[in-house]
């Protein structure tokens, strides 16, 4: 496994990693927002190649300061979700494949149903890309949503960090993903 630009404990060899405290908010209750201090602030890369493909190509606007920060939320950011909860009515899987290229589906479970059930794709800056379920009524067990790699216009998005955010109810949950074309 290959990694880069990340804060790894115990070190990693590959370009741009550390291994530092991130300095989250409350990592032990979920807030994994970073502090105005935090050594991932602008540690993270605007650019990167890997194996001749194009991972990450990021302008300018679409980060917060001087390069993009390490970790699923940029440092002054609004959030996408102000405070991130998983509760225990609902599971919610990594998407598959992960990186993707050009379609992933994303997985989770719902222990009872539910009328009011949402699924959102945004871009690291936290902008909405597409709705996948909105307000939908769903029964108790398994779902399974693909996403196309695809905006609400039907154009397809750019290789990037995606965050997916599943709300159900006054819960909800955010994920990253990333798609290389």
Same mark, same amino acid.
Request: proline content about 4%.
């Given at each position: 496994?290959?990694?880069?630009?990340?804060?790894?404990?115990?070190?990693?060899?590959?370009?741009?990693?550390?291994?530092?405290?991130?300095?989250?908010?409350?990592?032990?209750?979920?807030?994994?927002?970073?502090?105005?201090?935090?050594?991932?602030?602008?540690?993270?890369?605007?650019?990167?190649?890997?194996?001749?493909?194009?991972?990450?190509?990021?302008?300018?606007?679409?980060?917060?300061?001087?390069?993009?920060?390490?970790?699923?939320?940029?440092?002054?950011?609004?959030?996408?979700?102000?405070?991130?909860?998983?509760?225990?009515?609902?599971?919610?899987?990594? /998407? =598959?494949? $992960?990186?993707?290229?050009?379609?992933?589906? *994303?997985?989770?479970? +719902?222990? &009872? /149903? =539910?009328? $009011?059930?949402?699924?959102?794709?945004?871009? *690291?800056?936290?902008? +909405?890309? &597409?709705?996948?379920? $909105?307000?939908?009524?769903?029964?108790?067990?398994?779902?399974?949503?693909?996403?196309?790699?695809?905006?609400?216009?039907?154009?397809?998005?750019?290789?990037?960090?995606?965050?997916?955010?599943?709300?159900?109810?006054?819960?909800?949950?955010?994920?990253?993903?990333?798609?290389?074309?």
């Amino acid at each position: 496994a290959n990694a880069f630009y990340s804060d790894i404990q115990g070190g990693w060899a590959g370009e741009g990693n550390i291994d530092t405290d991130p300095l989250f908010v409350d990592s032990a209750n979920g807030d994994f927002h970073l502090q105005e201090n935090s050594p991932c602030i602008d540690a993270g890369t605007a650019y990167f190649e890997w194996q001749s493909d194009v991972i990450i190509d990021l302008s300018p606007d679409e980060y917060i300061g001087v390069a993009p920060d390490m970790g699923a939320y940029e440092f002054g950011m609004q959030g996408i979700i102000d405070d991130i909860q998983i509760p225990v009515n609902k599971t919610v899987i990594q /998407n =598959y494949p $992960n990186p993707f290229n050009p379609e992933t589906t *994303i997985t989770f479970s +719902l222990s &009872r /149903n =539910y009328n $009011n059930v949402e699924l959102n794709i945004y871009n *690291i800056k936290g902008e +909405l890309v &597409r709705k996948l379920l $909105n307000n939908k009524v769903m029964n108790i067990g398994k779902h399974f949503i693909r996403w196309d790699g695809k905006n609400k216009e039907g154009k397809e998005v750019s290789s990037n960090v995606y965050l997916y955010t599943l709300r159900v109810g006054d819960n909800s949950i955010s994920k990253k993903m990333l798609l290389v074309r």
